[in-house]
């Protein structure tokens, strides 16, 4: 049974399982705590007035498109479409008045599924469309699953995600936190975090085929290589993300703001690879009227061997 309560205006929702407990809001179809064996393991705040006033994103779905837009714009169908930047000239996570700052419909689909819808009009931070963009949260056992769908009625772009930061063993840093990445090749940013085009194999720094500390900042997205995305490890536990999505934007959360502070939470962030709009050999996020998207991600807890 899923349990319903007030959080604020807005409405809480909480799934459980004998292993994870999640509770999620309408607000921004947010997960605002995910509970692996009775300890939390999510950053997230007590108030929906602290998720409206925040610019971390925590635990939200992310849209239209996930990363950063370079010039907040694009070429579709032959025209530029001018986006509204939120992030000096780029446009970040979808622009102002962002997915996260809205209210989703919920609807229960059974005992262990909840399916948040928002419709976008057209025009909404500059992107075409009419876009109906929908989450399902579903708790099996120790694993949670998302599907992210999505239908335009016009040609648009459309490359969601989620933004949860992981803090597996409450430690005040994550940076000690031990991580697997499935991936040979990263995207290298350059100027404001926009991909300069290459696509470097991973060596050094951003060598993560071998368990290891995350050791340092991260800002980045790695190209995965399957659908074993990454483990992380901490606090005698392991979380295993598997995704369809093509890349994960690792982030060490440096800037993450009072009342947690830099590197409390690493945000794994299951998307297609930064400015893809703009980048004909990067995979494509464009969504042609009346199709259907659909990716996946997994988060799979289990106790560290």
């Known amino acids: 049974m ?3 309560e007030s959080f604020g205006e807005y409405t809480l929702f909480t799934l459980s399982t004998e292993e994870l407990s999640l509770a999620v809001t309408d607000l921004g179809a947010t997960a605002v705590s995910l509970r692996y064996r009775g300890k939390e393991r999510i950053l997230g705040y007590a108030r929906p007035e602290d998720y409206l006033a925040g610019t971390a994103y925590l635990g939200a779905t992310v849209g239209r498109v996930g990363n950063r837009i370079g010039g907040a714009a694009f070429p579709l169908n032959g025209e530029r479409v001018t986006l509204v930047p939120n992030e000096g000239p780029n446009q970040l996570h979808g622009g102002p008045d962002s997915y996260d ?3 989703w419909t919920a609807q229960i689909l059974d005992d262990e599924a ?4 928002l419709f976008s009009p057209d025009g909404d931070n500059g992107f075409p469309g009419g876009l109906t963009a929908a989450v399902t949260y579903r708790l ?3 694993t949670l699953r998302l599907d992210f ?3 335009s009625d016009a040609d648009t772009v459309y490359a969601p995600t989620n933004h949860m930061y992981f803090d597996l063993s409450g430690r005040r840093s994550v940076l000690e936190d031990e991580l697997w990445l499935g991936a040979d090749r990263y995207v290298e940013p350059g100027e404001g975090l926009i991909p300069t085009g290459r696509l470097p ?3 050094g720094d951003f060598d993560f085929r071998q368990l290891r500390p995350l050791g340092r900042n991260y800002d980045h997205a790695f190209v995965l290589s399957g659908e074993h995305a990454c483990t992380l490890r901490a606090g005698g536990v392991a979380m295993d993300l598997y995704t369809d999505f093509p890349a994960l934007q690792v982030y060490a959360g440096e800037f993450l703001p009072a009342p947690f502070g830099p590197n409390a939470g690493l945000a794994l962030e299951p998307e297609f690879f930064p400015d893809s709009p703009n980048r ?3 995979p494509s996020i464009l969504l042609r009227a009346g199709e259907h998207f659909h990716r996946w991600a997994e988060y799979r807890f289990s106790e560290a061997e």
């Open 2 to 4: 899923i349990r319903q």
């Open 149 to 151: 769908e999505g239908e």
């Open 201 to 203: 194999e991973t060596a």
């Open 101 to 103: 700052k809205r209210r």
């Open 140 to 142: 099996t056992g120790g």
């Open 280 to 282: 004909l050999d990067f």
């Open 114 to 117: 909840l399916r948040f819808t």
